[in-house]
């Protein structure tokens, strides 16, 4: 103990006469840090209530509900997340997960209010003083990743071997990859918004993440008879809203539908009892076109009792869908697999049967109903000055015709107009061919309505894309046709929508080919209708209009697939099977 | 330093598994027999003087309780763990006061939390965290919490709220199949 | 209470300390006998802040236990965010880039720190020099802006993630810290002053609340507790976790065995706090600051046990993590300092003792409840 011990503590009153460290509230304010985590507010015009930050919130803070003016559409519930304030934590893990970014904390952490019941609001709806606070705790998903991740990458064969064969394009996953792809699904179910037949895409999605995958293909088959085929080629809608697809990567959906299936050699054996006849109910139901369309409907229409018969003018069931598109996006002999379920489900195919107006006739006093889904028969004409000459094909048919087993263009120069699936088929197809290939579209790349995978695979397998140009007429040459075309730019579209191609000027180019093929879309062909029927019916531009159960409006007749308006993709074509099937079942009562 | 414990535990315990190595960690399982046994050689003659923690996993499924014993050598730094399973049904397991003043702490929780008896622990069923706790120890698997607040407290009113993947199939008919799928809360 | 006390009732005095008081560090009560101002018997009552953390983790997910570890302690959150993180490291060999670890030790030596300017302070807040105390708590506070600035809270700051940490550093946050530091040691002599020169601390102090140094090893005593009696033990010396091993240091270490010496040991720990800090300021390498973790709600820890240490403004601190490879933890048991601190020391030390000293000896030990009955 030193002398000094006793003065030294007195020197702390040095301090009064400095500066204090408190903050003299109310008159000065003590805002919060830049990244401070204080009161919640969301963009509900970006917030797609997918509920993923209901999910991670460890308080149960956050319900999610109904507000008044969003409504659910495809790709967003309409629900939003209301927050309770005497629960919530403000731990942040909601903002950190939000798989659009919506959802965000202001540095605001003051509020007086009377009524506690008011400490429970939704933000974005319910307005609030610190609405358009600019700063707090953001999501910064490119630190954390927590709200979006990338997919799973697959095996894809490289553009310099591919183009050598028609071998399947796309490995398919292994066992491994599938089950870490399927567990990066948040089972919010947005997807389900999307599909036309609304498949249970969470559900399958978690059985497959868990290794179950008899149950994954039993759930397909609650509401798509065709889960290979789609697995392959479909148009994948559910994709498109995915949730992780807004910061990341959406769910390789496709992909996964795909893998489930290739695990098994037989469908019908996995299905075992869930693919049976039901018990016969003595009703009788005609379906015109083996396509998705007709199968589906085939196959619930069996399911349920009804004696089905199909009739299909090809050799084989399955559809333009399975002929049409090349062995290396969807081999031909996975049919046999498919089709076996439809055999073990009791539907009659009669094969190679012209579909006629006798025919038609004939169903009608046979069957109690009849389901048409005879799809577009009729490529479309290209309305170019010259294309009646020989060397200007349809693409459809050409593709219709097995061109992997026909003859070899080695050499050969191939132009293709069109951007839409079947043009990337032809071109994909030529190049395969040994053809060398130049791809004329009206619009930009963007536009094109083929598959963005698809155009990008083209890209990569040297076809020669020449978007923007606009056919003016095609030639005869002394050694083939010359096709000629004006360079376009894009214009915007005074009644609104896509900017429409205009020529740039008048310069004519033109190329030299051997063949063209026009891919400019199919059209329907209605004429085995009688005429007294097509009365009945409501004809707009060659389709039958049908009303939400597929009904025609004549007699017990309903329609479905292309030769409906739509989509014109094969799940939609499924999906107004489905459709068929409530509206038959329901009128047959 | 590690090797020569593992070594010199094995050599006394054939029987033992080991479950973790590392420079300054080790985990091995023994028989219950041979627990205590352990526990004694790795204080006496290992150099594990202190007692770090008693800790308890239930195994509900094996219908094991398993104990495991966390003792620090002071001057390496180095833990071991000793594992050992006892049997749910009126579970014993010898008590370590006697070795270490500590235990009797984490034996008196483990008593409330598990049912665990220590014999030989002076102050057993001397309150420590719960008071007048009648139901079944809290920290067993067995016990439910949010059946216990139902119970005890009454059902709280539950708040309005929609399970988006729910809401969007019953908007779009998801169920609304032919061969008609049940919605899960339905089934 | 059913505790009979051992001697004559006609002659001791029976009194609950605690649990509401303002000598009690957090909410536990001391059931004490005296024998006029002689304690003769002291028991340690905890269970007034039990809050079932374990039994709550083990209904939770694995990230969602992360706003749940940090409220195990008030003033020094992050070495539980640490723990756990470091055990899910461990058991699902998830990788922490360099800068990650970087920061992770910033935070942990910030939040140090923190506490120890404010445990300075309040042993002499505990004798009535109040002044100490706020200073203390003030001198706390700026590092707590620090905090909100980089996590974006003052106290839980739910910053540390298995991977590496939530959100990379402000621009210019070292200049912030640097700042702070500056302003803190500038003022630090004027709180020495208050305290360790102050002939009232000396003699409340000095041989007072001796720990035996034999005692540490049979107890298990650690952290200032066991180094105010001339132990060596510092589990970021001995054990080195994230990039201690990195850095230069000497562990801090006293021979008075008294509370004196304990509070010299936090006083010295502040200075030592300040030169690591600056020592990871200026080795800072650039870098990501976490790893993508899979989907959170799917995230399976494959099963294992494992016990991770780090070392705590208190001690060596543990928890104790098993997995069975599901959604949720199978058990997380928490291992504080204070289990054996509180309960089986402070029943011990407090035989013998002046009834005016038992805050006083509580506050040294720096008991904290929440660490016995998580």
């Given amino acids: 103990m030193k002398f000094t011990d006793v003065i030294s503590p007195f020197l702390a009153w040095s301090r009064a006469a400095k500066k204090v460290d408190t903050i003299p509230y109310p008159n000065q304010q003590n805002p919060g840090a830049d990244r401070y985590r204080g009161f919640h507010i969301n963009d509900t015009s970006k917030c797609i209530g997918c509920g993923r930050c209901e999910v991670i919130c460890e308080n149960k803070a956050i319900d999610m509900v109904k507000v008044d003016g969003v409504e659910p559409t495809k790709g967003d519930s309409g629900l939003r997340p209301k927050v309770d304030y005497g629960r919530c934590c403000w731990c942040a893990l909601c903002i950190d997960v939000c798989s659009t970014g919506s959802l965000s904390l202001t540095n605001k952490y003051s509020w007086v209010t009377e009524n506690p019941d008011t400490c429970v609001y939704t ?107 789609c697995g392959k080629v479909c148009t994948r809608e559910c994709e498109t809203v995915c949730a992780m697809g807004y910061q990341g990567e959406s769910i390789a959906i496709r992909w996964l539908k795909r893998f489930a299936c290739e695990q098994f050699e037989s469908l019908a054996d996995v299905l075992a009892l869930e693919a049976q006849p039901g018990e016969p109910n003595g009703k009788k139901v005609a379906v015109v076109g083996a396509g998705p369309s007709g199968l589906s409907a085939a196959y619930y229409l069996s399911r349920k009792g009804y004696e089905v018969h199909v009739y299909d003018r090809l050799e084989k069931g399955g559809g333009v869908s399975w ?103 032809t071109a994909r197809t030529c190049v395969r061919l040994g053809a060398d290939v130049v791809l004329s579209y009206r619009r930009r790349v963007q536009d094109m309505p083929a598959d963005d995978e698809e155009i990008h695979e083209a890209m990569e397998e040297t076809i020669d894309f020449r978007p923007k140009t606009i056919p003016i007429r095609i030639e005869r040459t002394e050694s083939g046709i010359r096709y000629l075309y004006h360079e376009a730019k894009m214009v915007d579209n005074p009644k609104g929508g896509r900017p429409l191609p205009k020529p740039k000027d008048d310069v004519e180019h033109a190329v030299d080919a051997d063949i063209l093929f026009s891919a400019i879309g199919q059209t329907s062909d209605i004429e085995f209708i009688p005429e007294s029927m097509q009365k009945e019916m409501k004809l707009k531009w060659g389709r039958i209009i049908v009303n939400d159960n597929q009904y025609t409006g004549y007699k017990n007749f309903f329609a479905g697939g292309d030769i409906t308006p739509g989509e014109g993709d094969a799940i939609t074509a499924i999906a107004d099977g489905l459709r068929a099937v409530k509206g038959i079942i329901d009128r047959l009562k | 330093m590690i090797d020569k414990v593992k070594k010199e535990l094995e050599i006394r315990f054939p029987l033992l598994k080991l479950v973790r190595e590392q420079h300054n960690y080790l985990h091995v399982k023994v028989e219950r027999v041979s627990a205590m046994d352990a526990i004694v050689m790795a204080k006496t003659t290992l150099g594990f003087t202190t007692l770090q923690l008693i800790s308890t996993i239930d195994r509900l499924e094996e219908d094991v309780f398993q104990i495991t014993w966390i003792l620090e050598n002071y001057d390496l730094c180095t833990i071991l763990l000793i594992s050992s399973n006892y049997p749910r049904e009126n579970c014993i397991v010898p008590s370590l006061s006697q070795i270490w003043p500590t235990a009797s702490a984490f034996e008196r929780e483990i008593f409330e939390m598990f049912g665990i008896s220590f014999p030989g622990n002076p102050r057993e069923g001397e309150d420590f965290l719960l008071e007048d706790w009648k139901d079944t120890p809290p920290m067993r698997r067995d016990f439910e919490t949010e059946e216990y607040s139902m119970r005890v407290y009454g059902e709280r009113q539950p708040r309005e709220h929609l399970d988006p993947r729910q809401y969007i199939g019953d908007i779009v008919g998801e169920w609304n199949t032919p061969m008609g799928r049940k919605r899960e809360e339905e089934k | 209470m059913g505790v009979n006390p051992a001697t004559d009732p006609k002659k001791t005095t029976h009194l609950f300390f605690g649990p509401q008081h303002p000598g009690v560090t957090g909410n536990m009560s001391i059931e004490m006998w005296f024998d006029g101002d002689q304690i003769t018997k002291a028991i340690t009552h905890v269970g007034y802040l039990h809050r079932g953390f374990e039994k709550l983790m083990e209904k939770r997910l694995w990230i969602q236990n992360f706003p749940l570890v940090c409220r195990i302690c008030v003033p020094e959150p992050d070495i539980n ?219 399976r820890v494959p099963a294992g ?58 506050v040294s030990l720096t008991t904290c409840p929440p660490e016995i009955e998580r």
């Fill in chain 3, 81 to 299: 965010e640490e723990c756990y993180a470091l055990a899910i490291e461990e058991l699902t060999g998830i990788e922490v880039p360099e800068r990650a670890k970087w920061i992770r030790t910033l935070v942990l030596e910030l939040a140090r720190f923190a506490v120890n300017l404010m445990a300075f302070g309040g042993q002499a807040g505990t004798l009535g020099l109040g002044t100490a105390a706020m200073w203390g708590i003030t001198f706390r506070d700026f590092v707590l802006d620090l905090f909100e600035e980089l996590t974006g809270a003052r106290i839980y700051h739910i910053y540390i993630q298995p991977g590496g940490v939530r959100r990379d550093l402000p621009p210019g946050f070292e200049n912030r810290i640097e700042e702070v530091l500056t302003k803190i040691e500038e003022r630090l002599p004027e709180l020495d002053r208050l305290v360790l020169n102050n002939a009232i601390f000396k003699l409340r102090t000095q041989n007072v609340g001796v720990v035996k140094p034999e005692w540490i090893k049979e107890y298990g005593l650690v952290g200032p507790v066991a180094r105010g009696s001339g132990s060596v033990r510092d589990v970021r010396k001995d054990a080195p976790y994230e990039i201690y091993n990195k850095l230069d240091f000497d562990v801090v270490t006293e021979t008075g065995n008294d509370i004196y010496a304990r509070a010299l040991v936090r006083r010295r720990e502040i200075d030592l706090s300040i030169s690591l800090i600056r020592q990871i300021l200026s080795g800072m390498p650039e870098g990501p600051v976490a790893t993508k973790l899979p989907n959170l709600t799917e995230w």
């Fill in chain 1, 323 to 425: 002929y049409a598109i090349p062995e290396y996006r969807l081999p031909a002999d996975g049919i046999t697999k498919q089709m076996e379920v439809f055999e073990q489900t009791g539907v009659i195919f009669n094969y190679g049967r012209d579909i006629t107006a006798e025919l038609l006739a004939d169903m009608e006093n046979r069957f109690d109903a009849v389901y048409l889904a005879v799809g577009l028969q009729k490529p479309s004409d290209a309305r170019i000055k010259g294309e009646d000459i020989p060397e200007v094909k349809p693409a459809f048919d050409f593709l219709m015709n097995s061109p992997d087993k026909g003859e070899m263009l080695t050499g050969k120069k191939v132009i293709v107009i069109g951007g839409g699936n079947v043009a990337m088929d």
């Fill in chain 3, 305 to 362: 046990e494992y016990y991770s240490r780090v070392e705590s403004s208190r001690g060596e601190y543990g928890y104790y993590v098993v997995s069975d490879g599901s959604l949720k933890p199978r058990r997380v048991h928490v291992r504080g300092p204070s289990y054996v601190h509180a309960v089986p020391l402070l029943e011990r030390m407090l035989v013998g003792a002046n009834i005016a000293d038992v805050s006083n000896i509580m």
């Fill in chain 1, 123 to 229: 933000p974005g709806v319910d307005q609030k003083a610190w609405d358009s606070e600019e700063k707090g705790f953001r999501q910064e998903n490119d630190v954390l990743g927590w709200a979006g991740s990338p997919r799973e990458q697959m095996e894809i064969e490289t553009p310099e071997k591919r183009i050598e064969n028609f071998d399947e394009v796309v490995k398919g996953y292994t066992v491994d990859q599938a089950m870490e792809e399927a567990a990066r699904c948040i089972q919010c179910g947005l997807c389900i918004s999307a599909c036309p037949a609304h498949m249970h895409i969470p559900d399958y999605l978690k059985a497959i993440a868990e290794g179950r995958f008899v149950d994954a293909v039993k759930l397909f088959y609650d509401n798509n008879p065709l889960p290979e085929m």
